[in-house]
Nanobody, 124 residues
């Protein structure tokens, strides 16, 4: 059974940083695609970044470019999202998703597996 467990969320002041982690288990980690989405209650889900675990190739949403970095540790079957220069509009529940296919960042429902989410709150 595939399981994705997110961690690293919390509260931070504007301009601060957080690093989210997503530990995957129950499947072959390499040759898969993993991504981060976020959702504010009552709003549409928004893709943030994705990574192809085989090559490490990455894609970012415009809102994440220059501030967020997705990376991985293959030995730990873990994907990270380093978030810098956080702003209040980055406050959301952040979800880790995964699939054998690398779907776009527009539709979270296409991805087969999803974690429970970790809350990020940016406020002064």
């Amino acid at each position: 059974q595939v399981r994705l467990v997110e961690s690293g969320g919390g509260s931070v002041q504007p301009g601060g940083s957080l690093r989210l982690s997503c530990a995957a288990s129950g499947w072959i980690y390499t040759g898969r695609c993993m991504a981060w989405f976020r959702q504010v209650e009552g709003k549409e889900r928004e893709g943030v970044a994705r990574i192809w675990t085989e090559s490490g190739a990455t894609t970012y949403a415009d809102s994440a470019k220059g501030r967020f970095t997705i990376s991985q540790d293959k030995a730990k079957n873990t994907v990270y999202l380093q978030m810098d220069s956080l702003q209040p509009e980055d406050s959301a529940m952040y979800y880790c998703v995964a699939d054998q296919m690398c779907y776009n960042l527009e539709r979270m429902d296409l991805w087969q597996y999803r974690g429970q989410g970790t809350q990020v709150t940016v406020s002064s």
